[in-house]
């Protein structure tokens, strides 16, 4: 059984899969971070950070972390060579005017139609909606990348019971059990990580569930 940075990892590996040639990205806070770290080298992907900058590379070593250079989470980062720096207005025009290709978010709820709740919990401290609101309306896709279930409770659902950011947003979710569509039919479960059984996966998820007719194993890189 993995432990929690294990699943993480393995969740940010078939994340980066899905990125292609090319790619301008955007990653949120928290666990969509690591995917930078896993791109497989045959790919050139740029990652873009609303707080003003192209180029986003793999997280520094200790001694070589520049306090001047952190993420949208304020996570220390790299420069790529030929990376660039602007201001946020620059930065959310990129995102509002569709120019990321993809988006990769945590998320806290995400319903059978593609509504994503992960800004906030009603009475608790939560780092808030930054720029996923923007995000989730401007990218061209948005893969969701979360632990299935939270503390045992579930987090794919029928509806959404906490506010949302965004409705019908979310293209693919991917987690530790498996990677799913988000399609008008509701949650395809399209890969499954062989170490869980159909049975498991559909007691951690709190809506139906179809199973793909070319269902495969999950695999990463």
């Given at each position: 059984m993995m432990d929690k940075q294990q699943i993480q990892e393995f969740i940010a590996r078939r994340v980066a899969m899905e990125l292609q040639d090319g790619d301008l990205v955007n990653l949120g806070i928290g666990l969509p971070t690591l995917v930078a770290n896993f791109v497989p080298e045959d790919r050139k992907v740029l990652f873009q950070s609303?707080?003003?900058?192209?180029?986003?590379?793999?997280?520094?070593?200790?001694d070589e972390i520049d306090p001047c250079i952190s993420n949208a989470g304020a996570m220390p980062v790299t420069i790529v060579p030929g990376g660039s720096f602007f201001d946020s207005a620059m930065s959310f025009g990129i995102i509002r005017g569709g120019h990321v290709d993809t988006t990769v978010l945590g998320a806290?709820?995400?319903?059978?139609?593609?509504d994503i709740a992960n800004y906030m919990i009603p009475?608790?401290?939560?780092?808030g909606m930054g720029g996923a609101m923007d995000l989730l309306n401007g990218a061209?896709?948005?893969?969701?990348?979360?632990?299935?279930?939270?503390k045992g409770n579930h987090k794919l659902l029928k509806?959404?019971?906490?506010?949302?950011?965004?409705?019908?947003?979310?293209?693919?979710?991917?987690?530790e059990m498996g990677v799913i569509e988000v399609t008008a039919k509701g949650f395809v479960?399209?890969?499954?990580?062989?170490?869980?059984?159909?049975?498991?996966?559909?007691?951690?998820?709190g809506a139906d569930l179809i199973i793909?007719?070319?269902?495969?194993?999950?695999?990463?890189?």
């Open positions: 609303e707080n003003g900058f192209i180029g986003v590379g793999p997280a520094p070593e200790e806290l709820q995400v319903a059978e139609n593609g009475g608790k401290m939560v780092p061209k896709k948005t893969i969701v990348a979360m632990e299935h279930t939270a509806e959404c019971t906490l506010p949302l950011t965004a409705v019908n947003a979310v293209d693919l979710i991917v987690t479960l399209i890969e499954k990580n062989p170490e869980y059984s159909l049975e498991q996966i559909r007691e951690a998820t793909s007719m070319n269902l495969k194993p999950m695999a990463v890189s």
